[in-house]
């Protein structure tokens, strides 16, 4: 799946000179966390909830202490945070440097882009211009359906449920090729010997992502487990 598989088509935006009061209003009423801002057609910036957290109008804006040596080491911040919590147009609290996106960025790409750069929204561009969004629920949304897409396959019988599962689990580098699995009636059984639990959960979900699989039941002895004798 790609960015153009699950995008949300029509988005919302506003421009540089929309006021604070009406994006405040635009994202209630929309329930939305951020919006677009364009110009000439072009995504010049992001505003987000979290910009608009520290105002004036509701008490929460910065109040830093004024220590000298700070602002002559680091820079004043004061004059930004007065922007931020005193702007009245988009242009002065958006962020400028937008992460952005093709229409042929693969799904997988945009995820780990979504949870590495924490953050809720990436616009979709096509020749530089916004054709579209993903967010964060529109990944859970691709989810939902890909997971209906699957309990719609059909179960599989016990010996393709072995083979599909082999095929999963032997490219895996956590996976002991000494180990066995034998499935009946639909319940998986792993045998043989494995490192630690994390290795059983991981075989016990990639089991149950398998088609017709009931239950699984994982008989692998631990190393520690394993009786030693003198010779």
């Known amino acids: 799946m790609r960015a153009k598989d699950i995008m ?13 009061a009406e994006i ?4 209630i009423e929309r329930r939305f966390s951020g919006l677009p801002v364009v110009e000439e057609g072009r995504v010049v910036g992001i505003v987000s909830e979290g910009d608009l957290l520290r105002r004036h109008e509701i008490g929460t804006d910065r109040k830093r202490p004024g220590s000298w040596w700070l ?3 680091r820079g004043d911040p004061r004059p930004a945070d007065y922007v931020k919590s005193h702007a009245v147009h988009a242009a002065d609290v958006m962020t400028r440097e937008v992460i952005s ?3 042929q960025e693969p799904v997988a790409a945009i995820a780990i882009l ?13 020749d530089g211009r916004l054709v579209g969004i993903v967010t964060r629920a529109n990944l859970v949304q691709a989810l ?10 059909g179960a599989l019988g016990d010996a393709a449920i072995r083979t599909r599962l082999l095929e999963e689990l032997e490219p895996q580098a956590w996976w002991r090729a000494d180990s066995n699995v034998l499935v009946a009636d639909g319940v998986v059984h792993f045998w ?3 490192e630690n639990d994390a290795e059983k959960q991981a075989a016990r979900v990639a089991a149950e992502n398998v088609p017709g699989v009931r239950r699984v039941e994982d008989h692998r002895v631990r190393y520690v487990e394993l009786p030693y004798t003198m010779g």
Not at 12 to 18: A, H, K, L, N, S
Not at 114 to 126: A, C, N, S, T
Not at 144 to 153: N, V, Y
Request: aromatic share 0%; net charge positive; proline share 4%.
């Open 8 to 20: 949300t088509t029509g988005v919302v935006t506003i421009t540089p000179q929309t006021t604070i």
């Open 24 to 27: 405040a209003a635009i994202l």
């Open 101 to 103: 996106v093709s229409e």
């Open 114 to 126: 979504l949870g590495e750069g924490r953050i809720k929204r990436v616009p979709v561009l096509r």
């Open 192 to 194: 043989g010997v494995c």
């Open 71 to 73: 602002r002559l080491l």
């Open 144 to 153: 939902a359906s890909r997971s209906g897409e699957a309990a719609a396959e």
